[in-house]
């Protein structure tokens, strides 16, 4: 079967969710109950979730002992970071928070130090409420025989259950930790498109270890090319590469080109056009290394002209509208190059049209009116009718405004360079760098992925 013959054939499979389709009816197979070993029914639908991906949903019931047990599993693809998100809990509103945990993803609680290991739960969707109730209930599932063979153990954690269920009331503060190296794992931000101070999002580059306990072979390949003809050959043509759609998953074309952009340096532009779905992407990396200083650049909208400046966002870098409070982190819409009038788009795009919680039982009416008024606000920006400012804080120092006024400089933007923290370091993965006699050579690593499929 050819690869687009099993796209197809997926495309079949995984069906969208949609209550008026009477096709779309769950598979009943006869299963073990794994409570009293009688035979039971599991049901398996097979569907994407919109704005999300691919996902197994199974539910499972005993008609004998009428234990019954619900999972969701991620059927779609291993992300290119992995995620860490660390929520300070204050309040009983941020029991209701809703968490999307993939089984790859380990839960911890400093406070109790507890943890539920990666693999040893399967995927859920619920709620951080939800997520506790869950660790009590397999903490209690054996409780009865612990305290028939073992009393001392039993009421040590009797003890540990009842501090779980005062957790519950928020009785006092704690913080939940969810890793999760596939990135396929969220919580909600119930103040978006505000940043949310109790909740901290971290992107990080996965270990050999974490590819391994994914199943992800690590591909080296040894390529005795020089790095400078790869660079002389992406300057000169566009270089393309089979790879995947990123909303269908259908095989697409990606074209790569190295560019220099006036006054600033040369990034790699990729764009991907998939004739299946009419989805089109385009992504910046930097060509060069990371900048010795962090780079801030401030600028003051005056005019609707504004909005026709080149504009360069690295996946490092932070988008912040004071006078909105928003603030849009770092790896979200990766990198960019456009104007600032696209990015603002872009913005409104993910906020408003494609927020996962704008539809469905999800939806509030406050929720919903509150993005909604954000994505007006944004209009208004674009139509020069708000007086703001746009902040891109990189601390690779590798994103770029366009200067309208160059080689003098511009009144209306301040460019400032800055140290990086310890923390800032810790998330480019430069405090574990080690560089002694070696070169680097990121545009020839990035060719050497691809060698076979490069034209």
């Known amino acids: 079967m050819s690869v687009i013959e099993e796209e197809r054939v997926r495309g079949a499979v995984f069906k969208d969710i949609n209550a008026e389709d009477e096709d779309q009816q769950p598979t009943v197979i006869e299963s073990l109950c794994m409570n009293c070993y009688e035979n039971g029914s599991t049901r398996l639908l097979l569907t994407k979730i919109p704005f999300f991906k691919e996902i197994i949903i199974s539910s499972f019931s005993c008609p004998h002992c009428n234990w019954t047990n619900t999972e969701i599993q991620s059927a779609g ?140 072979e690590a591909e080296e390949e040894e390529n005795d090319e020089k790095p400078g003809n790869d660079l002389d050959a992406m300057r000169n043509e566009v270089l393309v590469f089979n790879t995947n759609c990123p909303e269908c998953n259908a095989p697409a074309n990606t074209n790569m080109k190295l560019v220099q952009i006036p006054h600033f340096k040369e990034v790699i532009i990729m764009a991907t056009n998939c004739d299946s779905c009419g989805h089109r992407t385009n992504e910046v990396k930097s060509g060069g290394a990371t900048e010795e200083l962090g780079t801030r650049i401030t600028l003051h909208l005056t005019d609707p002209s504004d909005m026709s400046r080149d504009l360069l966002k690295s996946e490092t870098c932070s988008v912040l509208i004071p006078e909105l409070e928003f603030e849009l982190g770092m790896a979200a819409l990766g990198g960019k190059f456009t104007t600032l009038e696209g990015l603002l788009k872009d913005i409104k795009d993910l906020i408003v049209s494609k927020n996962p919680f704008m539809c469905g039982d999800s939806s509030t009416a406050d929720r919903a009116e509150k993005l909604e008024l954000f994505g007006q606000k944004i209009d208004k920006i674009i139509a020069g009718e708000m007086d703001v400012h746009i902040i891109l804080d990189d601390p690779a120092g590798n994103s770029y405004l366009q200067n309208v006024y160059a080689p003098d400089p511009d009144p209306e933007m301040k460019i400032e360079k800055y140290t990086r923290t310890f923390e800032q370091n810790e998330d480019l993965g430069l405090n574990d760098m080690k560089t002694e006699g070696s070169q680097m050579f990121f545009v020839g690593a990035l060719l050497h992925q691809n060698p076979k499929t490069c034209d």
Do not use: C, W
């Open 77 to 216: 693809r291993i992300q290119e970071q992995g995620v860490l998100y660390t929520l300070q809990v204050k309040t009983k509103e941020d029991m209701n928070r809703e968490v999307v945990k993939s089984d790859s993803a380990s839960t911890r609680i400093p406070q109790l130090d507890f943890e539920i290991p990666a693999f040893t739960q399967k995927g859920s969707l619920s709620t951080i409420e939800g997520l506790l109730d869950r660790a009590v209930v397999g903490l209690e599932q054996d409780q009865p025989i612990r305290k028939a063979t073992d009393p001392a153990v039993a009421e040590k954690i009797e003890e540990f259950i009842q501090r779980f269920k005062k957790l519950k009331e928020v009785e006092e503060e704690f913080t939940l930790i969810i890793d999760d190296p596939s990135g396929n794992s969220f919580i909600e931000n119930p103040f978006a498109p505000q940043k949310d101070t109790a909740l901290t999002v971290t992107h990080y580059k996965r270990t050999p270890e974490h590819n391994a306990a994914l199943g992800i």
